[in-house]
């Protein structure tokens, strides 16, 4: 016994990704529907051992399923999802159009799975932005422990974070860098991406902070605490697959660096790498198909009275978007909905 799954956006990174995740997990699934638009309708995607071709979403039934997983943009998730939502089908939304709905459950499993039950409000549950989720699954049990006050952070986001597009230019750039002739323009971010980072993820805002950076406040404190105060400097880098970020978090109470890693150690989603020696710690190409937030660099922020700095590694792909979705779902299965 198991339940009705759809995923919406089968043909994306993202999507192909919750498949696989799925298909790993061994979620209990009694029957799989893959979705995408029209244009991609009949293309083929794994779901373990079996190939599936994709329905056309525009035409799609959502009456009887259970669950379906989106991975498909704002405009799209707005004109479907509420559709899936009418039909008794509960949606686990990656895109960020739910994300601040105060009627919608924004979760990650290890921080806040107790607000699953709130998907009853609009049969829908948002997944948090790829950078947020990471930092608060190791932020959380430090939390606990000492009550964070404040969080400076900035991050090191791959380009998979802005599709497959970007991990074509990132490619073809640093080909093209290497054949006179061959240099290749940017057209999906602002600046060259090779060989470069870029201090701009989204818009910018009035303030002067991008939405990337304007997200990560917003969602850790729904998150997390609407107490604690975040600043965020979002940068892309010329890696494929991973985010990588520079933590350093003040607490009200003081905490040592030794116990916060013993911590950390025993916390739900996280690995501590963290050795003082050369290659002692994560970069995000070690990290890509694994599940875990890894952290490492764990040390005393000697500028402050209660600090710490941390490095935070994830594969933006899993963790950051579909790993955090199906683990939603396993949390919804085993407190909210019944099998079969």
Not at 60 to 66: C, K, L, R, V
Not at 207 to 215: A, I, L, P
Request: hydrophobic share 40%; with cysteine; net charge negative.
């Amino acid at each position: 016994m198991g339940y009705k799954v759809v995923v919406v956006g089968a043909t994306g990174n993202v999507g192909k990704e919750m498949l696989n995740i799925l298909a790993e997990r061994e979620f209990p699934v009694d029957a799989i529907a893959a979705l995408a638009s029209r244009k991609s309708l009949g293309t083929e995607v794994s779901f373990g051992d079996r190939t599936l071709k994709t329905l056309d979403l525009d035409t799609f039934d959502f009456t009887g399923w259970d669950i379906a997983l989106f991975a498909i943009g704002s405009d799209a998730t707005k004109i479907y999802a509420p559709k899936a939502a009418a039909s008794g089908c509960v949606v686990i939304d990656n895109s960020s159009l739910y994300r601040y709905d105060p009627d919608i459950p924004l979760i990650v499993p290890e921080v806040n799975a107790d607000d699953v039950v709130r998907y009853k409000n609009k049969m829908i549950i948002a997944n948090p932005n790829c950078s947020t989720a990471q930092m608060v699954v190791a932020l959380k049990p430090l939390h606990d422990r000492a009550r964070i006050k404040r969080v400076v952070v900035s991050t090191y986001q791959s380009v998979s974070g802005t599709g497959k597009e970007a991990m074509d230019e990132l490619w073809n750039q640093t080909k093209g860098m290497y054949v006179p002739g061959q240099e290749v323009a940017p057209k999906v971010y602002p600046k060259q991406i090779a060989f470069n980072v870029i201090p701009h993820i989204d818009v910018f805002l009035d303030s002067g902070e991008t939405k990337e950076e304007w997200k990560m406040v917003a969602e850790t404190k729904k998150i997390l605490d609407p107490k604690i105060k975040v600043t965020a400097t979002c940068v892309r880098v010329p890696v494929f697959v991973g985010h990588s970020e520079s933590i350093n978090i003040e607490t009200e109470d003081f905490l040592d660096w030794q116990e916060a890693q013993d911590i950390l150690r025993e916390a739900p989603g996280v690995l501590v790498i963290d050795k003082r020696e050369p290659g002692g710690y994560m970069t995000p190409v070690e990290c890509v198909g694994e599940y875990a937030t890894y952290v490492s660099r764990i040390r005393q922020d000697s500028t402050i009275d209660n600090g710490l700095n941390l490095w935070c590694v994830s594969d933006n792909l899993r963790k950051g978007a579909a790993l955090n979705a199906v683990q939603i779902a396993e949390v919804l299965g085993s407190r909210c909905l019944k099998k079969g």
